[in-house]
């Protein structure tokens, strides 16, 4: 089905509510919906004979052997299909009919899925793991060769198209960039903000923002500031996008005491400050329409995992930083959070850093592209998606690994 | 090995307790109201009473150990079965050889089920840990969505029509018309069938269920005994049952019996079109094609031509459901894997409650429960004669 077009709201009709989809997920549906969070089509695989588990055993079923969750074909052929008319769940009493179906897998097992209006018994599907509103997996069958847009898509995923965005920090690197790309993906509403607007951009050095971005005055180390912001915006941002992060060279121990004070004032209380009087606004609005309120974007440098030598200090904002978001994640469902662990920046505050580091226009790309899959957990940068696949793999380790080199 | 049959196991003392479309009374209630039932049936008193079976699925945390203490029974032979609409059949079988190798003298199968507003959906919602995370996050449609997903290949693989389903749930109301406890009492026509409210396209209204609060129960005693208090029972002649059957099976267009029919045929010393009723568990009409199929009335995939050329109600050439099955009854939980032994147990003693199935002495009962991720796992069947 196409993508339905934004249309204005009536005043008159009640919001719907935001409702969340039924989910008491298993330990392995966790598992499944942790690996589709970072955009991954990965089941539980027997380590002895092969055969692919799903929905998510403890055991193979095979063969009594022990599992190991892989990356598996996503192809599939369906069986049967259905469209669903009545539902006993109020969430999707809002969405009826529901369309879905039985796909035997390629891989090897059968899967419920939501099936594409073209995806018939005997089509050939690509199957794609989604979260849901309610953070757990999902599986959705299209066509296979379908490209494009389409509303099953849509609406598990957080497109910045004709959605209306906040980026907290376009006097950064990052925030500039990614009000632009914003602009670029055809958001409606692009709001970009600015702290200490006393000083220009111009004067500072920086390129003017592009063309449909609407700078707005933003600052979130004041209490006064966010709460004006909240009140005159608050019930028209749909994708907050939080890049107000000042990654500042200093050990814990020789650098600059009121860097941590600042850091935290900035990525912490800041951060906490935003959520405090957006948070709530953004959540009565996440099933409002077809372009609800959707995503809140984190981003977080990877020294939130692993503390670079000689950055301690913001790491250990940058950490705390990391854990509200994590909060965040279960507080304002259905609003997506989405984490994006950063490398190095490529700017004046990284000069004695070696490249690869991070160019502002790809954590924009990035997160544009995280979004239309509403992933919520992504890497930008070589640095960063190392670190966090040996964090993975082994936090412990992947610290030792860390703070051992210099 | 060869199985030994269940010489000198016989059924009696059928109760139902009368079905409600809601009921504000827990399931103790109906469990108790049923066994009350069956002793004063029986004429025994509670002390004689040294085997005990329970089926519920709204007990909570309670299984059929605190049903002991709040009934107040003390069997020496205790079992709980949670298999839905296989557990009548299933703790039948273990009953059967619990009163013929004389660890229980008589056990009382009672399965029990209260139903509030919104006891379904939550049953449902936590049904299992495969359905809860790969089935109910799908529209959270519960059996319907399986069982539309099962009728739709079904009717794509055999060129079955929606009249083929109709036909068997307008016979089966029929049959409801004239049982008591039935609590859908408006007639059905085809024609009503085919104009109902979809529900999971194939599904409309009347292919599905009502839940409901209700018990059956009945009492499983060696034949020496029955006549000794002149009880009217029945023999239990065979009887299978089978879990996950074809796992390779992409979906479910044969259930368990396919597996172990031609071994209920043979341990009853009988084909299948000499019973003279059939009671199949009806949670959704295909399911009922599956069991004449599996059960060898008709070649897979036959069933819907099998069936055209059959009158199913009480009075027809192939009186099944006759009490009006699920679709007519009401499904109260458990207990809707005992109403077919029940009625079996009433039409080959010729206590009917609804219509007497004419000269009726041999009925198949069959069952099937537990869709637990995309098919139901659990299938089972007797063969009772009179």
């Known amino acids: 089905m196409k993508v339905p077009p934004r249309r204005k709201k009536n005043p008159l009709a009640v919001t719907r509510l935001p409702l969340l989809p039924p989910a008491a997920p298993s330990r392995g549906a966790l598992k499944l919906a942790t690996l589709a969070g970072q955009g991954r089509f990965a089941l539980p695989v027997c380590t002895a004979c092969g055969a692919v588990s799903y929905p998510a055993r403890d055991v193979c079923g095979a063969c009594l052997g022990e599992l190991a969750w892989r990356d598996v074909a996503d192809g599939g052929t369906v069986l049967a299909r259905t469209v669903l008319r009545a539902s006993g769940d109020v969430y999707f009493r809002q969405r009826l009919p529901v369309r879905a179906g039985l796909v035997g897998m390629d891989a090897g097992p059968r899967t419920v899925a939501f099936l594409h209006e073209d995806a018939e018994p005997g089509t050939r599907v690509r199957l794609t793991l989604r979260l849901d509103k309610a953070d757990q997996a999902v599986m959705l069958a299209l066509p296979e060769g379908f490209a494009g847009e389409d509303a099953l898509l849509h609406a598990h995923g957080c497109s910045l198209r004709d959605r209306r965005v906040l980026v907290t920090d376009a006097r950064g690197s990052l925030g500039a960039a990614m009000a632009a790309r914003a602009v670029a993906a055809g958001a409606r509403e692009v709001f970009a903000g600015e702290a200490g607007t006393w000083t220009s951009r111009e004067a500072l050095g920086q390129s003017s923002l592009p063309e449909g971005v609407l700078p707005v005055p933003l600052d979130l180390t004041d209490e006064r500031s966010v709460r004006e912001f909240a009140a005159e915006f608050g019930g028209r941002v749909e994708i907050v996008i939080n890049t107000a992060m000042a990654p500042r060279p200093g050990s814990v121990t020789e650098g600059d005491p009121t860097r941590l004070r600042e850091a935290m004032e900035l990525e912490v209380f800041g951060t906490a400050r935003l959520a405090r009087m957006l948070g709530t606004a953004l959540r009565a609005r996440g099933a409002d329409g077809d372009y609800p309120a959707c995503a809140w974007v984190q981003a977080v440098s990877a020294d939130a995992l692993a503390p670079s030598p000689g950055y301690g200090a913001h790491a250990a904002a940058q950490a705390a930083a990391l854990s509200l978001a994590l909060s965040l994640r279960a507080e304002l469902r259905p609003i997506r959070v989405t984490t994006v662990f950063l490398g190095p920046l490529e700017d004046e505050w990284h000069q004695d850093v070696p490249p690869p580091k991070v160019a502002p226009r790809a954590f924009a790309d990035a997160v544009a592209a995280a979004l239309e899959r509403g992933l919520e957990e992504i890497a930008v940068g070589d640095v960063a998606r190392h670190l966090l696949e040996r964090w993975r793999e082994d936090p412990t380790l992947a610290i030792r690994e860390t703070t051992h080199t210099s | ?386």
């Open chain 2, 1 to 386: 090995m060869r199985r030994a049959g269940y010489d000198g196991v016989v059924l009696a003392c059928p109760i139902t307790v009368p079905y409600a479309r809601h009921s504000a009374r827990p399931a103790p209630w109906w469990i108790g109201r049923a066994l009350d039932g069956v002793l004063r049936a029986a004429g025994m008193q509670k002390p004689q009473l040294d085997g005990f079976a329970c089926s519920s699925f709204t007990l909570g945390t309670d299984s059929a150990v605190a049903i002991t203490q709040h009934l107040g029974i003390s069997p020496r032979w205790l079992d709980h079965v949670p298999m839905g609409g296989a557990s009548g059949l299933v703790a039948l079988r273990r009953a059967a050889r619990a009163v013929q190798a004389g660890d229980a003298d008589a056990v009382a199968v009672v399965a029990g089920d209260t139903n509030a507003p919104d006891s379904f959906r939550r049953l449902v919602s936590g049904f299992s840990r495969f359905s809860t995370d790969a089935v109910y996050p799908y529209g959270a449609g519960g059996p319907n969505l399986s069982f539309a997903l099962i009728t739709d290949a079904y009717m794509r693989r055999f060129g079955a029509r929606r009249e083929d389903f109709g036909r068997i749930c307008v016979a089966q109301r029929a049959n409801a018309l004239a049982y008591p406890y039935a609590l859908q009492k408006k007639p059905l026509g085809m024609a009503d069938y085919l104009a109902a409210r979809p529900i999971a396209d194939p599904l409309v209204l009347f292919d599905c269920v009502m839940p409901c609060a209700g018990a059956e129960a009945f009492l499983v005693l060696r034949e020496a005994d029955a006549r000794a208090a002149r009880l009217r029972y029945v023999h239990l002649a065979s009887a299978i049952e089978r879990h996950n059957a074809f796992p390779e099976d992409d979906v479910q267009l044969r259930g368990g019996w396919a597996a172990d029919a031609h071994e209920l045929w043979a341990m009853a010393g009988t084909p299948a079109d000499a019973v003279d009723i059939v009671e199949t568990y009806d949670d959704y009409p295909v399911i009922v094609m599956l069991q004449f199929e599996g059960l060898g009335f008709c070649a897979p995939g036959e069933a819907p031509s099998f069936l055209r050329g059959k009158d199913l109600t009480c009075s027809g050439d192939m009186p099944h459901n006759t009490s009006g099955g699920q679709l007519s009854v009401g499904q109260a939980g458990a207990a809707g894997g005992h109403l077919g032994i029940v009625e079996a147990i009433r039409q080959l003693t010729g206590a009917a409650l609804g219509v007497q199935v004419a000269k009726a002495s041999s009925a198949v009962v069959s069952g099937f429960g537990m869709i637990n991720y995309d098919r139901g796992l659990c299938s089972a069947a007797a063969v009772l004669t009179a």
